[in-house]
């Protein structure tokens, strides 16, 4: 951790005092989130296959009360911003979309892709980084190799561990990446442009911070009836960091399980529920869809009831499961969002280029959240388990 604070430092500085450096710096940066994007199919392939083929018949995980966690967290975000936007209201200076992007129909229309990448051609899935189609093959495969030969479930094991000396040998360079990643972040697009966007990029982090440090604490108080905050601080500074700044939640899939390691979790459970968590568990994409959603409707002077933003606060949680599954993320939903408000879609498109302009922090923390989270829920989800479990098997109890 320190190394990565002093790569940040490190880079704020080459950023400030020597600029075309720090452009050039930004190839460290860029192989760095490359790796990392590189292994983390192959890292989850084998890893979830070897968890489920060397299962050992009684030993329970906690995927469900995981998912339980994952959609409760994505609605509470999506209420969160509701009540911010209707508290601070902002407002749009609409701009013209640049041309070729398509953004969905209709929530059928997400659904239906979501569903389509579980059937993906696995060779495609890993080399597209689709992950819910590497999960559903790691699945069935790891279901047909738990009665192979001890032999067969070894070597698969072995190769699982193989590819994760490769992403501990790559997670080692990260203080390099993240100094490549600031320097040339600061560099090449500053902050300048986004003074004029600063009430609704208030609205937008403040949604995340109130998420991360009030929303999910709360939720893991009710799931573990103990301080919550040693553990959602260690997930926000060992996992929160790393997504902010490679602003992807695939090349933090890596991150997310060493750390899942470090503490103590079950690997059978944090094998599925970290890269189930990039897929489906997107508080900050909720926050994103939400909170520009209602700006684009304060904008047009659309008045608002309450069913109709706890019915907003639904669609965005859905929407925000299927972002991984449409190309541009949670930016390219708004549109679908909007259309509860009967906003045209070509309106719409100008909101989404709004979200493009802030995306240089939207996405950042929007990305932080979103993982750190991932880690947050499936830790609190296996000790409430291994607490109960102690309870049950305690002669004293």
């Given amino acids: 951790m320190a190394q990565i604070v002093v790569g940040l430092v490190l880079g704020i500085v080459l950023a400030l005092l020597a600029p075309g450096a720090a452009s050039a710096a930004g190839l460290l940066g860029s192989l760095f989130v ?10 989850v392939f084998v890893l979830v296959a070897s968890a489920i083929a060397n299962h050992r018949q009684g030993q329970r995980t906690s995927i469900r009360p995981i998912l339980l966690l994952y959609l409760l967290g994505t609605f509470s975000a999506a209420l969160v911003a509701v009540l911010l936007s209707f508290a601070f209201p902002s407002t749009l200076a609409l701009v013209q979309p640049k041309g070729g992007i398509a953004a969905p129909a209709s ?11 579980v059937v993906d051609n696995p060779v495609h899935a890993l080399g597209n980084g689709n992950f819910i189609g590497i999960l559903a093959w790691a699945v069935g495969l790891g279901l047909a190799l738990r009665h192979a030969a001890d032999t067969t479930r070894r070597a698969l094991d072995d190769l699982a561990h193989a590819v994760g000396a490769i992403v501990h040998a ?9 100094l490549g990643l600031v320097a040339s972040t600061l ?5 300048g442009t986004l003074w004029g966007y600063a009430r609704l990029l208030a609205v937008l982090i403040g949604g995340m911070l109130l998420v991360a440090l009030v929303i999910n604490p709360l939720i893991v108080f009710w799931k573990l009836r103990r301080n919550p905050y040693p553990l959602v601080f260690t997930c926000l500074r060992e996992s929160g960091i790393t997504a902010f700044f490679t602003r992807s939640s695939a090349a933090n899939i890596p991150v997310n399980l060493e750390l899942c390691h470090k503490l103590g979790l079950p690997e059978d459970t944090y094998a599925v529920s970290i ?12 926050v994103t869809i939400t909170v520009l959603t209602l700006a684009a409707v304060n904008t ?7 069913p109709t933003a706890l019915l907003l606060s639904v669609v965005a949680s859905i929407c925000a499961c299927g972002a991984s599954g449409v190309a541009g993320g949670s930016l390219l939903l708004i549109p ?23 995306s240089v922090l939207q996405d950042s923390c929007e990305t932080a959240l979103n993982s750190s989270t991932d880690v947050l829920f499936t830790a ?16 004293t109890s």
């Fill in 336 to 358: 679908l969002a909007c259309s509860l408000f009967g906003i045209n879609n070509d309106l719409a498109m100008q909101v989404v280029a709004v979200g493009f302009i802030i």
């Fill in 275 to 286: 890269p189930l968590g990039a897929t489906i568990n997107m508080a900050g994409a909720a």
């Fill in 107 to 117: 929530i059928v229309e997400v659904l239906r892709d979501l569903l389509m990448n």
């Fill in 187 to 191: 560099a090449e697009t500053g902050f």
């Fill in 380 to 395: 609190a989800a296996c000790r409430a388990e291994a607490a109960k479990t102690d309870v049950v098997e305690s002669p």
């Fill in 300 to 306: 047009l002077s659309i008045p608002v009831d309450l």
């Fill in 170 to 178: 790559v997670i080692r360079l990260a203080p390099l990446g993240i």
């Fill in 34 to 43: 490359g790796a990392l994007k590189a292994v983390a199919p192959l890292l």
